[in-house]
């Protein structure tokens, strides 16, 4: 009965909103503004019509109220409230969650016919003519219609530098061949301000460092009949200091910068290094953090990259808070002075960290870390870091057995991180805004499952970390060594092992002597209609080690008396982010993974070779395919559904093929709901099992599909995501019977229990 009332509490409250009129609070006299459309005149369509009409609709104001799936939900809200008196529900539809009617008043129409005229004059049209008209709907709407007639578009004669003989005017002339304004090409003001900017980069390189693109005069001779003829030349009030080219004389850099003792530093004396000055009276930096982050050099030509190159370095160090750069002239000359005031953060800080997890696999627990920080470690800018970490997981529900799940962890990590390339050999301090980085980093894991295994990892990297571009960034590692050793393996676990081969050689005692590579493009950003992230990574071990290790009698090699794996893997990650609203985005992510093993396998000569258990690719879970259990589905067809596989949740391939698509709606700044789709799934290179194996004529028949829907809290500091979703394709299900669309019975309590997963997890999926 209470279920009966909720369902038609809801249906009246959907339909009141919807029967809500849009137009109950236009005041009398006034229209609802619907929107506007813009036409063109008969036999004047321009050819770029499409990118036209597209500035022109960015240039009409206001815009109609918003929708979302074509209904104005904010203004249909708004209608439903009242004048608020106070902090009630009419406040919260009026002032928080509706929007009010925009009115055919707001509108001015005749302005915006200007607004559209200069805009196609902007863009070449000069004999351009735009007239509007009001298209009325029924007794309280209206619309605007826009008619252009945009007429010939003028174009390029000739474009002339008119200018003297002094320094900045032959620069100007040598540089002209790289013009952006071409004869033929139409005439845009765009054009004409981006010429403008070209040349004033130009120049600031050549050490005019007070000319700004103001001083530049560009004039249009548009009476050639349909074409332009353009004249660019400097303003005559342009001052002297902007014609003026100025070289370095003094670069100082003050290293320990307080406001409150400004007047005292200023005084000191400084180190003369290299061709600039260290100002740090309290010895906290060594020269060399300096040397390669600073590039404006003295006695050299003023440059604006090198200034710019200058302050992003030395803030991309991470040991300043606070990075501020000063630039005046020396007396009546053509020298500067410069100087760098930077504040440093505290040298030393330590975070603890306390957080809960909920997988999808069933465990629930809590982890906790410990960080201690030096950023300036030896003096020298070098971060280091002391990562300490302890946690434990348990099983809730669903136990089948007596065998314990508890699982407990611990973890240390001792990390240095230069702020450049070293490399003994030879010097190498790429010209970029981007700090170049070493890691070295050497670790330790261990994972305690008390009924059934210990796994020791100890790892050991090396390798480089830069930027290419604002959006592109490298992670190269030549050295990636782990050494896995399990330990206390029980009879249920060994049991397991004796059953699945496969997971035995993964799972055994191993050395991992390789190399990787990642490459990653991201230019995310909230303001992006189409934002895009792809990662790219290769993983290589046990070339150079199969080169000169030792031959066993059994076929196999030894490092050290140790096996080792020997394997290619790569990954492709790539996402597509398409803002559709300003509170709705459709997100899109392919994932492909490839692994190949060689060599004999570690245990058993018999057994085919696999990539080593932490190498694997794995599928369900949380930020996977959401309608099945972490590790539990695949390889391809296969399902083990012995005791022991549900407890270990050990699925696991060499190949990997998903994809996901999700639409998230935020109607609040706390809140977003959303909307996905799954698909895919893991299979093995080699195996005796044909169903774990890939084959290009069946994998597409072995695709696992999952929908469901999400709640997630957006704290600001962290997102909250509450995941809840079921199966709609079963690979292990026979053919013809794998899709279950005629089995969902959301009222069916043991349906429920057997497809429904809710995944608790933190941060987005992808």
């Avoid at 002339?173 to 304004?181: E, G, S």
């Avoid at 290419?468 to 029980?490: C, M, R, W």
């Avoid at 700044?669 to 895919?680: I, N, Q, T």
Wanted: proline share 5%; aromatic share 12%; with cysteine.
């Amino acid at each position: 009965m209470t279920r009966n009332l909720r369902h038609i509490s809801l249906l009246a409250l959907t339909a009141s909103i919807a029967a809500c009129s849009t137009t109950r609070t236009v005041p009398e006299g006034d229209r609802l503004y619907t929107g506007h459309e813009i036409k063109w005149t008969e036999k004047k369509k321009p050819k770029d019509w499409s990118d036209l009409k597209e500035g022109m609709d960015d240039r009409v104001r206001p815009s109609r109220n918003r929708k979302f799936l074509g209904m104005p939900i904010k203004l249909w809200l708004y209608n439903l409230g009242n004048k608020p008196k106070g902090k009630g529900l009419n406040h919260l539809l009026r002032n928080k969650w509706g929007e009010p009617p925009v009115l055919l008043s707001q509108v001015k129409p005749n302005r915006t016919n200007r607004i559209l005229n200069s805009y196609l004059e902007d863009n070449g049209y000069f004999e351009s003519e735009v007239s509007n008209e009001v298209k009325n709907k029924g007794s309280k709407k209206a619309s605007l219609v826009f008619t252009a007639e945009p007429n010939h578009r003028y174009t390029i004669r000739r474009v002339r530098f008119d200018t003297d003989t002094g320094v900045l005017s032959r620069l100007i002339m040598v540089n002209a061949k790289h013009t952006l304004l071409k004869p033929d090409d139409p005439y845009s003001l765009d054009m004409i301000k981006a010429e403008r900017e070209r040349i004033h980069g130009h120049l600031k390189e050549e050490g005019f460092y007070y000319f700004t693109p103001d001083y530049m005069l560009i004039q249009v001779d548009s009476s050639l009949n349909g074409k332009v003829d353009l004249y660019i030349k400097l303003k005559n009030t342009t001052p002297a200091t902007a014609l003026r080219q100025y070289w370095m004389r003094d670069v100082e850099v003050y290293s320990n910068y307080d406001l409150t003792r400004d007047s005292v530093l200023k005084t000191m004396p400084g180190r003369q290094y290299q061709n600039f000055t260290i100002v740090d009276p309290d010895s906290l930096f060594k020269p060399i953090v300096f040397d390669r982050s600073v590039f404006l050099q003295r006695d050299s030509i003023y440059r604006l990259s090198s200034h710019n190159i200058t302050l992003q370095r030395l803030v991309n160090l991470g040991t300043f808070k606070f990075v501020r750069g000063s630039f005046r002239p020396i007396r009546d000359s053509s020298l500067l002075a410069a100087r760098f005031y930077l504040t440093p953060y505290p040298k030393r800080s330590l975070q603890f960290e306390v957080s809960g997890t909920s997988k999808s696999s069933g465990f629930v627990g809590s982890q906790v870390k410990i960080s201690a920080r030096n950023r300036n470690f030896q003096r020298k800018a070098n971060v280091l870091e002391i990562n300490l970490g302890g946690g434990f997981e348990t099983q809730v529900g669903g136990r089948t057995t007596n065998v314990s799940t508890n699982a407990y962890s611990f973890n240390a990590e001792v990390a240095l991180t230069l702020p450049r390339f070293y490399t003994p050999l030879i010097y190498f301090n790429p010209r970029t805004p981007y700090v170049p980085r070493t890691r070295f980093s050497v670790g330790y894991e261990l994972l305690n499952r008390p009924a059934l295994y210990n796994l020791n990892a100890f790892t050991l990297q090396y390798g480089y970390i830069w930027k290419q571009t604002k959006f592109l960034d490298h992670a190269l590692f030549p050295v990636a060594i782990t050494y896995a050793l399990p330990g206390n393996e029980s009879q249920e676990f060994l049991k397991q092992l004796e059953q699945d081969p496969a997971l035995k050689q993964s799972v055994s005692k191993q050395f991992i002597l390789g190399s990787n590579y990642t490459i990653t493009f991201n230019n995310q950003a909230p303001e992006r209609f189409h934002s895009f992230y792809a990662s790219f990574n290769v993983d290589v071990a046990g070339n150079l080690a199969g080169l000169i290790a030792k031959k066993e009698p059994d076929g196999g090699k030894s490092v050290f008396n140790q096996n080792f794996s020997q394997y290619l893997r790569g990954n492709v990650d790539g996402r597509h982010y398409w803002k559709l609203s300003d509170n709705l985005r459709w997100v899109n992510r392919l994932f492909l993974g490839y692994g190949y093993a060689y060599g004999k396998s570690l245990t058993d000569p018999e057994t085919p070779v696999t990539l080593p258990f932490v190498k694997q690719f794995f599928s369900g879970g949380s930020n996977s395919i959401r309608a099945f259990r972490a590790r539990t589905l695949g390889p391809g067809s296969f399902r083990d559904t012995t005791t022991s596989n549900l407890l270990l949740a050990n699925a696991a391939g060499d190949i990997k093929l998903e994809f996901n698509t999700e639409l998230r709606f935020k109607p609040q700044k706390l809140l977003e709901l959303a909307a996905f789709v799954d698909a895919g799934n893991i299979w093995l290179g080699k195996s005796d099992s044909v169903q774990k194996v890939f084959a290009f004529g069946r994998f597409y028949k072995e695709i696992a599909v999952g929908t469901g829907l999400g709640l997630r809290i957006d704290a600001s500091i962290l997102l909250i995501r509450f995941d809840i979703s079921f199966p709609l394709r079963k690979p292990w299900l026979p053919e013809g019977e794998r899709w279950v669309f005629d089995q969902i019975s959301f009222g069916n309590k043991q349906w429920r229990k057997e497809n429904l997963i809710l995944n608790i997890a933190i941060g987005y999926p992808f």
